[in-house]
C-alpha cells in the first residue's frame, strides 16, 4: 500500500506490470486511461487495474493524492526513495 502525492499536470507514462492495482483518490483529481477506458477521478472516486493491463494516468491543476494497492507486492518499489511525510494542508 502506497499513499502517492501527484504534482499539477503529472504525466504518468503509459505502462504495465505483472500486479494487480487497486487505488483510490483521496485529494484532487486524476484522469486515468485503463485498457482503453479513460475516467476522470476525483476525491472519492476509486480505481482497478487488471493484471498486464496497460494505464497511464495525468494529475489535474490542483495535483492528486492516490492510495494505491498492489497485489502480489511491487517488490521494484522497496528500493525506492521514500519522503519525509508532511501535514500536506489537511485539517486539524
Same mark, same amino acid.
Given at each position: 500500500m502506497a499513499a502517492v502525492? +501527484?504534482?499539477?499536470?503529472?504525466? /504518468?507514462p503509459e505502462h504495465r506490470?505483472?500486479?494487480e492495482? +487497486? $487505488?483510490?483518490v483521496l485529494k484532487g483529481s486524476v484522469t486515468m486511461m485503463i485498457g482503453g477506458d479513460e475516467k476522470e477521478l476525483r476525491a472519492g472516486d476509486a480505481y482497478?487495474?487488471? !493484471?498486464? /493491463?496497460?494505464?497511464? *494516468?495525468? !494529475?489535474?491543476? $490542483? $495535483?492528486?493524492? /492516490?492510495?494505491? /494497492?498492489? *497485489?502480489?507486492?511491487? *517488490?521494484d518499489w522497496e528500493? *525506492?526513495?521514500? +519522503?519525509?511525510? !508532511?501535514?500536506? $494542508?489537511w485539517p486539524d
Open positions: 502525492d +501527484l504534482d499539477p499536470d503529472l504525466l /504518468v506490470h505483472e500486479n492495482q +487497486l $487505488g483510490f482497478r487495474i487488471p !493484471s498486464n /493491463v496497460p494505464h497511464w *494516468a495525468r !494529475s489535474g491543476p $490542483g $495535483g492528486a493524492t /492516490v492510495m494505491d /494497492v498492489f *497485489a502480489p507486492i511491487r *517488490a528500493k *525506492a526513495e521514500r +519522503l519525509e511525510p !508532511s501535514r500536506g $494542508g
